[in-house]
């Protein structure tokens, strides 16, 4: 009787702790939820006083440009995802298996973006883009959303090589398999789980980007945070949190179908951060 | 069957550190090599050297009399089994049984039926559709060993087979090495740190020290002659007498002996002799290499009895059959008899390990 007693209160509790962590996590949400459907909210009303799809509709008005900066955004993500996976690759993987000379160096090189505000380099970078003619260009800002984002993908990769035993390519290859076939059969496979980890962290930090997309897109590169930021600047509250609401969307859904490499034990982020 | 030739081979992993030190040996087609030795002095380089893994920083190496050195290791099959981290874990292990059949572009169809075969071979059967973490450490050396087989390889180098696991499952690992190598007529190397596991599974061991080959041989030879010292001691033989060589007779501190075979110049010698050649006597008589100990400590071990027996300028151990020996006192004056044909002498400049 005991037992069962505490049994159901340890359950009871446990429920009450993911409750309180999901609100944590979503009631922020809920006054852009409420925005966003709102027509009329002046304060001191504590609810809008008249609701509607205007922000709704508005925005998926051919005129709101959402779909094109969508598009942009996505194509943006998925390409600075895969630059930082091909980049990374090799360093995580010269970090994460082998020792020389100044690597503590090479590793604080690399983790130095994520110290200094990249806003600082992209000034200095912007001149030179003009100079190169990547100013106000879509590879301009893929180029620069690599600075976030290198850190941290190599900073997983490396973690990953570092629980990766070198051995298993080596049997392979006196199995019979070329470098190439290794590549593809043996390394691929072991370290995928990580390489996805590492596209989603990339994917998410460069979805999220404004202040470098700005400054090197020069507003001629329109990603769904800056139309974002225009609508905040211009005081549409209503647009602001529709568009908001969609920003999340890909993260939310990345997140969701992701979340088993995320907290799978051992694989992919055991070995974060241990180089 | 492939006969591997090593000629003067040497792999050095910076200026100082040598793995492999000017090794020539020969490892005969068909049998099975022990490469036998202390932990981390160059044994797995040696395989991977022989795998095509790691390039030699001189020397040679040749199967069947031709140069591998330009082959890749893909190309040599000469397959390798690691000593842990055996299988690929993203494939089951009737995937990982099939990978050099896979690799080499065989018929699906082809490769099912020597999977299946293969892992009956070694106990495995009904196991093709298991992922390697639902294996046991000795059914994923079988799978390993498995793998290896299937190519059907020229040479197959295993590295410490038997070390990772229990002392039952061992014998059994052991055995089946055995059985399968002769079976299949396989050239095999394997590496060792354990000189019991290499006297009973090898025909031939090659003992390295620090990358330097001591002496090579039948298993029985490092008992009845081992080369140096440092062989002798390595297999058990830790009785050292110092003594001077002069012609024929040597002096030690416990009395003058004499040894069968002397090839040393005359000069200060290492008189070395195994535990269990020491014979206990009653009497003296007129024999000669009778010497007196006084008995230090005596440990009744089962069907044998351990002895330590203090002798002028040493401690020697002594090892007999238990059955016919009352135990000794602590201190009670005891004669040994050192059998001349028994007694080594190497120059006691020799460097000791």
Known sequence: MDIRQSEKRRRFLTLGLVCLVLAALLLPFLPQVIWSFSHRWLFPSLLPTEWGLRGWSYVFSPGARLGRAIITSLTISATVSLLSILVGLPAGRALGLYRFRGKTLVQFLILSPAIVPAFAAAMGIHIQFIRYGLADTFFGVVLVQLIPTLPYVVLILGGVFSSYRIEVEEEARTLGANQLKVLWYVTLPSILPGVIVAGLFAFMISWGQYLLTLLIGGGQVLTLPILLLNFVNSGDYTLASVLSLILIIPSGTILWYTSRYLTREGTALGGFGKL | ?353
């Open chain 2, 1 to 353: 069957m492939t006969q591997v030739t090593l000629r003067d081979l040497t792999k050095k992993y910076s200026s100082q550190v040598k793995a492999v030190d000017h090794l020539s040996l020969e490892i005969p087609a068909g049998k099975i090599t022990a490469i036998l030795g202390p932990s981390g002095c160059g044994k797995t380089t040696l395989l991977k050297l022989i795998a095509g893994l790691v390039p030699p920083t001189s020397g040679d190496i040749f199967f069947d009399g031709i140069s591998q050195l330009d082959i890749p290791a893909e190309k040599r099959g000469a397959v390798m089994v690691f000593q842990n981290h055996l299988l690929f874990p993203f494939l089951s292990v009737g995937d990982n049984v099939a990978f050099g059949l896979k690799m080499r572009g065989e018929p699906p169809q082809l490769i099912r039926e020597q999977v299946l075969q293969i892992l009956e071979l070694v106990q495995l059967a009904g196991y093709e559709k298991r992922q390697p973490s639902q294996l046991s450490g000795g059914q994923q050396q079988r799978a390993a060993l498995a793998r290896a087989l299937i190519t059907q390889p020229r040479i197959l180098l295993l590295d410490e087979p038997l070390s990772n696991l229990d002392a039952n499952l061992r014998e059994e690992m052991r055995e089946l090495i055995f059985n399968l190598q002769r079976q299949q007529g396989i050239t095999t190397v394997f590496v060792t740190h354990d000189q019991e596991e290499a006297v009973m599974l090898a025909d031939q061991i090659a003992l390295v020290f620090e990358g330097v080959l001591q002496q090579v041989g039948e298993p029985r030879a490092f008992y009845e002659r081992p080369a140096n010292l440092a062989t002798a001691r390595f297999f058990g033989a830790n009785n050292i007498l110092p003594g001077f060589d002069r012609e024929g007779r040597i002096d030690t501190a416990s009395g003058s002996l004499q040894i069968e075979e002397n090839q040393i110049p005359p000069g200060p010698v290492n008189l070395v002799i195994r535990p269990e050649n020491i014979r206990i006597v009653t009497e003296k008589g007129d024999r000669n290499n009778i010497i007196v100990g006084r008995v230090r400590s005596c440990i009744f071990a089962g069907t044998r009895t351990r002895m330590k027996i203090t002798v002028e300028g040493a401690l020697l151990e002594v090892v007999t059959d238990a059955s016919p020996l009352r135990c000794y006192q602590e201190g009670e004056t005891i004669l040994l008899f050192l059998p001349p044909a028994k007694l080594w002498a190497y120059p006691a400049k020799e460097s000791s390990v």
